[in-house]
């Protein structure tokens, strides 16, 4: 199942990683902004594909905490920044923690590449191993990301 928590500018990376693994799209924003607690059952696994800054809101982190997510414990992370300081793996392992999940992978994409070759393949890369319950590189990024080396 796809958790799409992203602008409507950057949907398109959820929707090719839905259509390789096969898998439905559940806008969260939708669930969220409903502010009731909302039960998502699925076999297969969770695939959170967020817009970092907006996670990065503990307010959004506490209305997360609302939606229950039940059966597969297998969670992959994507996240849209902006490349500027972002730290998507402690991210994604605090959300696994939350959620009593198994990180199975967590990658980057950079706000806004719609057209980017690199980024809709990986993303149809990313779609296959959900797709197989396959983990992928845990802490990979497609696009060299500020600050991702060490500071001076």
């Known amino acids: 199942m796809i958790l799409d928590y992203t602008f409507d500018n950057d949907k398109y990376i959820a929707k090719l990683i839905a259509e390789q693994a096969s898998d439905q799209i559940i806008d969260l924003n939708e ?7 909302a039960s998502l059952f699925s076999e297969r696994p969770y695939v ?9 809101n503990l307010k959004t982190l506490f209305k997360m905490g609302k939606t229950v997510t039940e059966g597969s414990k297998i ?3 994507i996240f849209v920044t902006d490349g500027k300081r972002s730290y998507p793996l402690n991210m994604a392992k605090n959300i696994c923690a939350v959620k009593g999940g198994v990180l199975f992978g967590c990658e980057s994409f950079l706000r806004g590449k719609r057209n980017d070759e690199a980024a809709l393949l990986k993303a149809k890369q990313l779609g296959s191993c959900v797709r197989d319950s396959v983990p992928f590189e845990v802490g990979t990024a497609i696009f060299p990301m500020r600050f991702a080396g060490k500071r001076k």
């Open 75 to 77: 969670i992959y992370c």
């Open 31 to 37: 669930l969220i902004n409903s502010g009731e607690k």
């Open 48 to 56: 959170l594909v967020a817009d970092y800054n907006r996670l990065l």
